[in-house]
T-cell receptor
Framework: KAGVTQTPRYLIKTRGQQVTLSCSPI?????VSWYQQTPGQGLQFLFE???????NKGNFPGRFSGRQFSNSRSEMNVSTLELGDSALYLC??????????????FGQGTRLTVV | GIQVEQSPPDLILQEGANSTLRCNFS?????LQWFHQNPWGQLINLFY???GTKQNGRLSATTVATERYSLLYISSSQTTDSGVYFC?????????FGAGTRLTVKP
């Protein structure tokens, strides 16, 4: 059974640009959550999608957005990139929505560097 | 929101030693997971353990939900056990992570 797939693995962007990251969950999983990991702030929750609907959102500015498609694949977008957006972005896949007592599985992450 | 504290923040061991990592949380949780982050950044599932005790080879975990803590035991540590261990709790519809324990196992 294939795991969670994130693309691309590495990305270098310039300040002011925008970026789109992709996450394909485990087959049959309907929930995708996104997390940002930085040395200073640790792992922080961005948002969760379940059945194409955003169920929950963390404390991030509106420049961070996402969506989920009917096949459960999800994308997150960051507009007007800032140097502080440099981070490892991780997505997690689970069978049910968070709160539904379900185990989460993570992808390998996308390492974004903003220069 | 819920607070998750892991201790110790850093741990250095000789190969073959045993260790205990702790995770305290400030409120009732629906779920708790332990992860090992590999050098490439991926979070590897170790245990899904909202309560009780589980064992998997040299690793075992115990969660006492009523007392709001979980323990991860690593026995006969190997250099490949090095890395950062995170506990994550599920409450209020999101998953909160501790700051992690960085384990270094020396040969």
């Amino acid at each position: 059974k294939a795991g969670v797939t994130q693309t691309p693995r590495y990305l270098i962007k310039t300040r002011g640009q925008q970026v789109t990251l992709s996450c394909s969950p485990i087959s049959g999983h309907r929930s995708v959550s996104w997390y940002q990991q930085t040395p200073g702030q640790g792992l922080q929750f961005l948002f969760e999608y379940f059945s194409e609907t955003q169920r929950n959102k963390g404390n991030f500015p509106g420049r961070f957005s996402g969506r989920q498609f009917s096949n459960s694949r999800s994308e997150m977008n960051v507009s007007t990139l800032e140097l502080g957006d440099s981070a490892l972005y991780l997505c997690a896949s689970s069978l049910k929505w968070t709160g539904g007592r379900t185990e989460a599985f993570f992808g390998q992450g996308t390492r974004l560097t903003v220069v | 929101g819920i607070q998750v504290e892991q201790s110790p923040p850093d741990l250095i061991l000789q190969e073959g030693a045993n260790s205990t990592l702790r995770c305290n949380f400030s409120d009732s949780v629906n779920n708790l997971q332990w992860f090992h982050q590999n050098p490439w950044g991926q979070l590897i599932n170790l245990f899904y353990i909202p309560s009780g005790t589980k064992q998997n080879g040299r690793l075992s975990a115990t969660t006492v939900a009523t007392e709001r803590y979980s323990l991860l035991y690593i026995s006969s540590s190997q250099t490949t056990d090095s890395g950062v261990y995170f506990c994550a709790v599920e409450a209020y519809n999101d998953m909160r992570f501790g700051a992690g324990t960085r384990l270094t196992v020396k040969p």
